[in-house]
């Protein structure tokens, strides 16, 4: 077992010892960028929590390949801010906003060979299970912001769908994060494939959450702008779950075509919003599910060694929502 | 040794035994188009041929590997063609004309992850220098197209320059089909070398080919409209000797400032370099280049075991230009 401190640390010097290359300028400075305004490095932290169950010391093996989830990560935020248009990302100008299209493609690009890169510092032996689970993730978080675009141009989704959509986004490199950690350690398969479930199921809480906190979170925490997902009518589990339950429908549609031209319409279209929100009693709702999958990933995971530091793990990931 | 038939056939049936999936259908769609409309196959077809001087017959583990840097290749056309806003690929549209920009990134890095997904059928054993080859030569790669862009808002570049921004954007992509040939076959570390030496001169002819017959090539067979560098602008290899060369650098100068807006425009822009050129006498000079770096390419493989493949492969390869 290797203690949270140590894990806390190599967190800390991650991007410090093994920074990016140097020239030329334009292509390496958007990754930098990118790594230096990142946030909690969540990936890399599950991955090294799944991994210090089964080991005691932290080497460059594991590190590395820890790394180039973040670096991963990393990358599909440089493209998607293009494909969204989002200005803003953690408060910063997003990379296309501050360097261009065609910087921040090609930036993006290296930034997923990068990833690559890094995660060649497995262990040979585990190499060939490391880079298949590596590449069916990459794809599927591809395919993730596919369906995320699809969506767009539909009127609503289904509660299914929704699932599926953030499952391919955002769970399963949660889900590869604890896996791979596992697999770098030589655990069992039996408790990888825990890890993968505790790691997929968190994952979607983790979405649920942020997207009750577009709505009810406290903006200096959340570190972005409260109703972003009101205003781009984004299909969150928020407007999802609100389709399926309002008896008013068109009301509901009515709001959605509110124009967001200045603050004044944006502010007052997330209020018209929120309001049908609280109407439909959907934060105790959204709050119960974000209870219940979390339960449900512990659950995956229950009773295997060092169990409270997946519990740790799982209640400062989702632990935002009060 | 394994002889040309059954490297043409294995080539041939290269993409249609193992496709792409089929869902998200935008997602995936692009990827077949790109392979369907893809050319000659050079660097798969180099990887096998590297091969077939140590092995006797072909499987999988070479075989995807192969695949892996033909849609490697691929993928940077398809965000190459956004950066450079080409309209047409081998006589097609482009990937972005049909299916816009979001399309063609986020298809683009699915893309780019099918490499690696192929590359992972490497023998275990030799898995992690393929990978570190590989991951070293797309950045190489990423860092080729940077110059390319920030050589345009130059006035002129030198020759040591261009060299080195097409060593990177096209030489080490044929220079890592060999040599991985090499080391999938289990060659020896100086074999290896020596291809590796090899596929990087022969990358360097074949893109000076490739200027010389944006110029003086066959319409039909090139592939591309000819004049398309002159009309660009671009720092080919013919402008960057010309610049070199001639002793009116601001008659060049004024050819270079000539409007492109019409197709009358842009011939006579063509017929005035040609000129240029043409009284230079780089038709002769890049010949005598395109040889030389051929020659060079083949006296370090010179002696090796099944020498008459790479002999044969080279002057395919550049013997376009005659």
């Known amino acids: 077992?290797?203690?949270?401190?140590?894990?806390?640390?190599?967190?800390?010097?991650?991007?410090?010892?093994?920074?990016?290359?140097?020239e030329p300028a334009d292509l390496y400075a958007p990754l930098r960028y990118m790594i230096r305004i990142g946030g909690k490095r969540i990936r890399p932290r599950l991955c090294l929590t799944a991994y210090s169950l089964f080991?005691?010391?932290?080497?460059?093996?594991?590190?590395?390949?820890?790394?180039?989830?973040?670096?991963?990560?990393?990358?599909?935020?440089?493209?998607d801010d293009i494909m969204d248009k989002s200005?803003?990302?953690r408060g910063q100008p997003t990379v296309w906003t501050k360097w261009g299209d065609d910087e921040a493609i090609?930036?993006?690009?290296?930034?997923c060979i990068e990833a690559f890169r890094r995660l060649a510092f497995a262990p040979a032996a585990v190499l060939p299970e490391v880079?298949?689970?590596?590449?069916?993730?990459?794809?599927?978080?591809?395919?993730g912001q596919q369906l995320d675009m699809d969506y767009e141009k539909l009127s609503d989704v289904t509660m299914d769908r929704y699932m599926e959509m953030i499952g391919l986004k955002t769970a399963v490199l949660l889900?590869?994060?604890?896996?791979?950690?596992?697999?770098?350690?030589?655990?069992?398969?039996?408790?990888a494939g825990k890890l993968y479930d505790y790691g997929y199921l968190l994952?979607?809480?983790?979405?649920?959450?942020?997207?009750?906190?577009?709505?009810?979170?406290d903006e200096k925490l959340f570190g972005k702008p409260i109703g972003g997902d009101i205003v781009n009518n984004k299909k969150s589990w928020m407007l999802t779950r609100a389709l399926e339950k309002t008896s008013d429908r068109d009301g509901l549609r009515r709001i959605l075509a509110l124009p967001v031209e200045n603050v004044e319409q944006r502010l007052s279209k997330i209020a018209a919003m929120k309001a049908v929100y609280d109407s439909l009693e959907l934060a105790d709702e959204a709050k119960n599910a974000i209870g219940s999958i979390t339960a449900d990933a512990l659950e995956a995971v229950s009773g295997m060694q060092g169990y409270g530091a997946l519990e740790s793990y799982a209640f400062k990931l989702v632990g935002r929502v009060k």
């Open 55 to 79: 080991r005691d010391s932290l080497d460059e093996s594991v590190i590395q390949p820890a790394a180039a989830l973040e670096v991963f990560h990393s990358f599909t935020l440089i493209h």
């Open 87 to 89: 200005e803003k990302r």
């Open 131 to 143: 880079l298949a689970l590596f590449t069916d993730t990459a794809a599927s978080v591809c395919e």
């Open 175 to 191: 889900a590869c994060s604890a896996k791979m950690g596992a697999v770098l350690a030589g655990a069992s398969t039996e408790n």
């Open 1 to 22: 077992m290797i203690d949270k401190k140590t894990i806390d640390r190599a967190i800390d010097l991650m991007f410090e010892d093994v920074g990016f290359k140097e």
């Open 203 to 217: 994952g979607l809480a983790f979405q649920v959450a942020d997207d009750y906190l577009d709505v009810y979170g």
């Open 106 to 111: 090609l930036s993006g690009d290296v930034m």
